[in-house]
Structures are given as structure tokens and as C-alpha cells.
């Protein structure tokens, strides 16, 4: 689009609708954000739409609100003057099997599993958040309707109440896994070279650091059937899991799958995650005593509910930009 436009000398304004969690294609480092851009898709102009989630951390207070404008400022202003990288054919070649493969992998567990939809209502609270109606909108599109029904807000909000994250990274181990040592090698060189695919990566490196797998492990124990095909689901939900995290570290080359928001994350996750696993412990029981009542209107049942809505914020809170 980018080169039809200038071929023709059209004024392109790319229109970001970005959402406010990794999972619906945010990205809380703004200003790398910015500049990772391809190229020829700024030029001087950027309009972005803030999702309702993110309007209050971003636009919160006047000072807030001041930084946030100065960092998307700084951000256009410098990206006139970025040296951007041209992906090279054999890297948008690299780019679509990853998608193919990525997506694939992903459908196979959310669409064509049977097992999947019972697994994610009771190892989640997607059932509770449309019974409490939080946020602004339905849950769902069609009240009737299954995963293909629901709104993206409560997709990657269900997962990251239980800290698995599970919108964000699935998929992605799959698309990196190299399927030659060729492919190996044009990974590592991307991802060192090409800052639109580094960053992405990063992202996702960010994400499976805030990823539990104890914590959610408790959900299934607490919440899940003990059926054998439920139980299987989950383990093989993790082992994707730990092989996200293994491709990652391959392509990046690093250490720690935490990727450069490393250090920012160990002093962060080392005040909030004292606070963080009791509440998530206390709201996996308080789904299972909910659940165990039927849904019956006696005042315990009310004070249960209140309590799930605090643990609710709280565990949004403090896992903040993928909650």
C-alpha cells in the first residue's frame, strides 16, 4: 500500500487500532514501537486509536496524559530520520511460514479440538465475566455463540486472570520452530537485523516472562473435570508453553526469555508477585466455591461475587499491560 501510494503521490495515513494488551496487538513500549514501523507507513503522520482499557493508564491524569503525548511525539519525530531495513524476499517468504504455520497450530487447539471449549470455561473465569458484567460491552457477540462468539477483551483477559497468557503466545512456538537449519540461521539473522521482527519477538519474550506455571496449573487442579482428556489438554497446553519459550531463546540467542525488558520486569515482578499469587490462589477457590453454589441469589453467594470482582482488579492490575 505504502508503495502504490507513493507511485501515485498519495498522502497515506495508516490508521493503528491497536489494542491495549500484546494479545490484541498493543505494545507498551511505545516509543520502539514506533520506530519499528515498516517503512513508509508514518512519514511524519501516525493516528492511533487508544482502547478503552488503556485510556485511563495512558490519559489518566493531566501529568500522565502529558508524558504519554511527549512519547508519541519524540517517537514521530525521530522516525523521520530511522534508517529503516527493507525486509528481503527470503524474509517475507520466512515471514508467511510462520504464518501459516503459526496459525495453523493455533486453530488446531481453539477451533478443532473438542476439547478445548470445556477446558477453557472451567480453567478460566470466561464464565464469571459475563455473569458479573465487567467492562462496557457483552462478553459475547451472540450470547449463544462459542470461542468463534466472543470479544477479544475477554479472550486475552480470561487467560491472563489465570497468568497463562495463552491468547499471546500460542502459535508462536510452532511458526519459529525452524523447519531446516537454514530457516535456523535466517531466524537469528532477523531477529538481530530486522527491528520490525525483533520487536515482535521481544514482545513475546515479555509476555512468557509474566507467564505462571504453577499458577495456572492450580486453576486445573482446582476448577478442571478430572477427566483424562481434560487433564491431557492441559499438559499439553504447558508443554507448548515451555516450547514457545525454548524457540524464542533460539532465535534471540539470549539466556533469558525475558528478552531487554529483562531488568524492568525482575524489580517489578519482585514487588507485584508477593501480592499477585495469593489472589490468584484465593480467586481459584472462590471460582470452585461459586461454581459448587449453582446460581442461587443468597447473600453468600453476593459477598463471593464481590470478592471475585476485587480479585478480578487486582490480579488486572498488577499484571498490567497483559491484563
Not at 101 to 118: G, I, Q
Not at 123 to 137: D, H
Not at 192 to 204: G, H, K
Request: glycine fraction near 8%; hydrophobic fraction near 35%; charge should be neutral.
Amino acid at each position: 500500500m505504502a508503495q502504490v501510494a507513493d507511485n501515485h503521490g498519495i498522502e497515506l495515513t495508516f490508521f493503528h487500532g491497536k489494542g491495549g494488551t500484546v494479545g490484541r496487538g498493543g505494545n507498551p513500549a511505545l516509543y520502539r514501537a514506533v520506530l519499528s514501523h515498516p517503512p513508509k507507513t508514518i512519514n511524519g503522520r501516525f493516528r492511533v486509536t487508544e482502547q478503552g482499557e488503556m485510556i485511563r493508564q495512558n490519559f489518566g491524569s493531566p501529568d500522565i496524559a502529558e508524558r504519554t503525548l511527549d512519547i508519541y511525539t519524540a517517537a514521530v519525530l525521530r522516525e523521520r530520520f530511522v534508517q529503516h531495513v527493507e525486509p528481503s524476499q527470503s524474509w517475507r517468504d520466512q515471514m508467511q511460514r510462520i504464518s501459516e504455520v503459526s496459525c495453523k497450530d493455533y486453530r488446531h487447539l481453539v477451533r478443532d479440538d473438542p476439547r478445548f471449549v470445556p477446558y477453557f470455561r472451567q480453567a478460566t473465569p470466561e464464565v464469571e465475566l459475563g455473569i458479573l458484567n465487567i467492562g462496557s460491552r457483552p462478553v459475547k457477540r451472540k450470547p449463544k455463540g462459542g470461542i468463534e462468539s466472543l470479544r477479544a477483551i475477554p479472550w486475552t483477559f480470561a487467560w491472563a486472570q489465570t497468568r497463562l497468557n495463552l491468547s499471546a503466545w500460542l502459535g508462536v512456538g510452532s511458526g519459529l520452530d525452524p523447519a531446516s537449519e537454514e530457516d535456523k540461521e535466517e531466524l537469528k539473522d532477523m531477529y538481530q537485523n530486522w527491528p520490525w521482527f525483533r520487536e515482535i519477538v521481544d514482545l513475546i519474550s515479555m509476555i512468557l516472562s509474566k507467564t505462571d506455571f504453577s499458577i495456572s496449573k492450580n486453576y486445573d487442579d482446582l476448577l478442571v473435570d478430572k477427566t483424562e482428556d481434560l487433564i491431557a489438554l492441559g499438559n499439553e497446553v504447558r508443554e507448548k508453553l515451555v516450547e514457545t519459550r525454548t524457540s524464542v531463546l533460539s532465535v534471540s540467542g539470549s539466556t533469558d526469555f525475558a528478552g531487554p525488558h529483562v531488568q524492568l520486569l525482575r524489580s517489578t515482578s519482585k514487588i507485584r508477585n508477593p501480592f499477585l499469587d495469593p489472589i490468584n490462589c484465593v480467586q481459584a477457590e472462590l471460582l470452585k466455591e461459586m461454581r459448587n453454589m449453582g446460581e442461587g441469589k443468597c447473600d453468600i453467594r453476593k459477598i463471593r461475587e464481590d470478592a471475585l470482582v476485587m480479585s478480578i482488579n487486582g490480579i488486572s492490575q498488577g499484571m498490567g499491560n497483559s491484563g
